[in-house]
C-alpha cells in the first residue's frame, strides 16, 4: 500500500511522478524479487514496464494475486521492491523521487 511520496522516469516532465511507475497513469513500473534479484512479481515480467488488471502507476496498492503455482515462502525469505530502471541498471540518470509502501501478504497452510 503507498504511504507517500512518488517516483518518475523524467524529471524534466513536470508535472510528474506516480506512486509505482514513470508518471500519472502510466503502465507499472515496481516489480518484486527475491533476494538473489529473481524476479517474483509480475509473474510474467519480461524486462519491461506492464500492466496489472484493476491497477495504475498511481493506484492507492498493487495487489498480486492468483499466482500459480502459489509462492512458498520461509521464515527469513528476504524480497526486495524495484523501479525498473534501477533493476535493469540502465536510464537512470533522469530518474527522480522517493516512494514510501507498506507490503502485506496473505499466507496460507
Known amino acids: 500500500m503507498h504511504i507517500s511520496g512518488f517516483i ?22 515496481t516489480i518484486v524479487t527475491n533476494a538473489t534479484n529473481e524476479v517474483i512479481f509480475p509473474q ?14 498511481n493506484s492507492s496498492e498493487l495487489v498480486f494475486d492468483g499466482l500459480s503455482p502459489p509462492l512458498r515462502v520461509a521464515a527469513g525469505d528476504v524480497y526486495r521492491i524495484w523501479y525498473l530502471s534501477d533493476f535493469l541498471d ?10 514510501c509502501c507498506d507490503v502485506y501478504a496473505r499466507y496460507t497452510d
Open 8 to 29: 518518475t522516469c523524467d524529471y524534466r516532465n513536470v508535472p510528474y511522478g506516480s506512486h509505482w511507475g514513470c508518471k500519472q497513469l502510466s503502465t507499472i513500473a
Open 44 to 57: 510474467n515480467y519480461k524486462n519491461q514496464v506492464y500492466r496489472l488488471p484493476g491497477n495504475n502507476a
Open 90 to 99: 540502465k536510464s537512470e540518470q533522469d530518474n527522480d523521487g522517493h516512494t
